[in-house]
């Protein structure tokens, strides 16, 4: 069935530092693809998208690329801070056939000062 | 402009009662969708409403059930409570045909409920 697999946390790093959340993707047909961002005491929040392949999702410093080739969809960062610590979710929406959304199971990123 | 807006945003109950959760969509939404996200987990899939009717229903038992009115405010209800039902619901809002071809999904900050 159709699945989003993202690398476990926490993932603890140093303000400045360089950041990677690995997401991987199975899916029949061609998704579209999300990064949502949850704050402590927040609901989820959309960071940046992509809905088709090549496709490179921006936002608040966050990047991520539409892989078709790898079924792939990583967050990178080239600086975090400590406001970045939250909790980030790798998401997708079958673009036919279908309503729902499939959420990875989230990755907690602890940014230290 | 006001978000989506959830209620109660914690809640106690004990095994076998029943709960009712509210959302307000975001101002000009439509279309109203329940997530269960329990502990460490992302969130699952309940179901969507459109038009009072639902229109996706995800793998969760028909104690889980819905009402979406004519100001597109919507209702998740859950009868005879179990243990595991303890969660935070989330409701998200979206525009007609958005939450399906890509369009953004807009969250409320959820109700937590506790299951004795």
């Known amino acids: 069935g159709d699945s989003v697999t993202q690398m476990e946390g926490p993932v603890t790093l140093s303000e400045e530092a360089f950041l990677t959340i690995n997401c991987t993707y199975t899916a029949t047909g061609y998704p579209s693809l999300f990064w949502y961002v949850q704050y402590p005491g927040e609901g989820l929040q959309l960071l940046l998208k992509a809905t088709k392949a090549d496709d490179k999702g921006s936002n608040k410093g966050f990047e991520a690329t539409y892989r078709k080739e790898t079924t792939s969809f990583h967050l990178e960062k080239g600086s975090v801070q400590v406001s970045d610590s939250a909790v980030y979710f790798c998401a997708l929406s079958l673009t036919s056939g279908t309503y729902k959304y499939i959420f990875g199971t989230g990755t907690r990123l602890k940014v230290l000062a | 402009d006001a978000g989506v807006t959830q209620s109660p945003t914690h809640l106690i109950k004990t095994r076998g009662q029943q709960v009712t959760l509210r959302c307000s969509p975001k101002?000009?939404?439509?279309?109203v969708s329940w997530y269960q996200q329990a502990l460490g987990q992302g969130p699952q899939f309940i179901f969507q409403y459109y038009e009072e009717e639902e229109r996706q229903r995800g793998n969760f038992p028909d104690r889980f059930s819905g009402h979406q009115f004519p100001n597109y405010s919507s209702e998740l209800n859950v009868n005879a409570l179990l243990l595991g039902d303890s969660a935070l619901y989330l409701c998200?809002?979206?525009?007609?045909?958005?939450?399906?071809?890509?369009?953004?999904?807009?969250f409320g900050e959820g109700s937590r409920l506790t299951v004795l």
């Open positions: 101002s000009g939404h439509d279309t």
């Open positions: 998200a809002s979206s525009l007609l045909d958005r939450g399906r071809f890509g369009g953004e999904l807009f």
